[in-house]
């Protein structure tokens, strides 16, 4: 730790296990649909390693394939999960439990508009800003109430967490699409650098299922 800085807060933001539907290529949105086998075992083998950060709090999306996820690691280290329904993915309206194809085929004139940009005209979906400005909210009043040196591990479904932590960060909506999205049982790392009176939250890892590590780099900033 570098003269004048102290131990900062760091956030695990975790997606689900796989579902028959992942696998399928259905579109899962707000639906709830369940951890296939292979999913459980996923949740299980992340919540191993995720365990030896002992985290000091568990938040989940309430749709199951989240809960579940978030339970496996509650199993490991005893710490309670939270649900909350503003982790919920990103709702998709009419085109959930359809294949990307099917959704061409069914709404052609609304997916070119989703196409070129616009998100609105699919009856019952939300926009990609919408659900990243809610879990961005949610975030933001996680970490408020997070003790310096803490993990929080927030578990939750992935196009609702690869927009949240981009709002969270305030990285302007135009770049989103820059960044791929994250994998079943893969996770995110935000950690803060703090220093006397200054702090700032950073993107420490993207997509990954290895743990985080100390950067001993030339170009490790203050």
């Known amino acids: 730790m570098k003269p ?57 999306s309430d749709l199951s394939r989240a809960a579940d996820t978030a339970r496996a690691l509650s199993d490991r280290t005893g710490v309670p999960v939270e649900t909350d329904p503003r982790l919920r993915e990103l709702a998709f309206g009419a085109r959930e439990g359809l294949t990307w194809r099917e959704s061409w085929e069914r709404f052609p004139t609304q997916m070119q508009a989703w196409a070129d940009g616009d998100e609105t005209q699919i009856e019952g979906a939300e926009t990609h800003a919408q659900a990243g400005a809610r879990l961005a909210a949610a975030l933001r009043e996680y970490v408020d109430e997070l003790p310096l040196g803490e993990t929080l591990v927030v578990v939750a479904h992935g196009a609702v967490l690869r927009t949240g932590i981009l709002e969270f960060l305030g990285i302007p909506e135009s770049s989103w699409r820059q960044f791929g999205g994250l994998s079943n049982c893969h996770w995110s790392v935000l950690e803060e650098a703090r220093y006397q009176d200054w702090s700032q939250w950073r993107l420490s890892e993207w997509n990954t299922g290895s743990l985080p590590e100390p950067v001993m780099s030339d170009d490790e900033t203050e």
């Open 4 to 60: 004048g800085s102290t131990m900062g807060r760091r956030v695990i933001l975790w997606r689900h296990g796989r579902t028959e539907w992942n696998v399928a290529g259905r579109v899962q949105g707000q639906t709830d649909i369940a951890l296939d086998e292979v999913g459980r075992q996923q949740a299980a083998e992340a919540a191993a390693r995720l365990a030896s950060l002992s985290p000091a709090r568990i938040v989940s």
